[in-house]
């Protein structure tokens, strides 16, 4: 009997560790985004070393993606996707991620909207819009891979 290279590259992996990072991944960006824009605790938020400490939140969260499994990330990845299922899955995937996206593109334009409306303008919203583009960003790189942890379950072990 033969094993294919994809019976070889999948390996069983734990979804309590996946769905942990996923997590992670989306709460850093929130944490980073607070730091900077709450007052009483924005002076941490705004310190600057190399770079921000919101940046670093939110630049964090996108770094746990790189502790997925490999098996786990291929399926997202453009090459080596093996069968139909998984073109498949892959498709829905990014399709919801989509959707998602949108839709959180649309909250945090109405925070700015409402920022707008409160009185915040100059620097303040320079630096909220800025905020606002970094997590829109980070989310929709996120996004596809939070739907995979919470849908797809470890492949079989033979």
Do not use: C
């Not at 839709?103 to 334009?109: E, F, G, P, R, Y």
């Amino acid at each position: 009997m033969a094993i294919t290279n994809t019976q070889t590259a999948l390996k069983s992996w734990s979804p309590l560790y996946i769905r942990t990072l996923g997590a992670l991944a989306l709460v850093l960006p929130v944490i980073g985004a607070l730091l900077f824009h709450i007052e009483s605790v924005s002076d941490i938020g705004q310190a600057r070393f190399f770079i921000s400490v919101r940046g670093v939140f939110i630049a964090s969260s996108l770094a746990i993606m790189m502790f997925m499994p490999k098996a786990f990330r291929r399926i997202l990845d453009s090459k080596g996707v093996a069968d139909e299922h998984e073109l498949h899955r892959r498709a829905t995937t990014f399709h919801t991620a989509y959707r998602l996206t949108i839709l959180v593109t649309l909250v945090m334009i109405i925070i700015a909207a409402i920022a707008a409306n409160y009185g915040l303008a100059g620097k303040g919203m320079r630096h909220l819009l800025v905020t606002i583009g970094m997590t829109v960003l980070v989310y929709s790189m996120i996004i596809p891979f939070n739907i995979l942890a919470w849908t797809m379950s470890p492949p079989d072990e033979e």
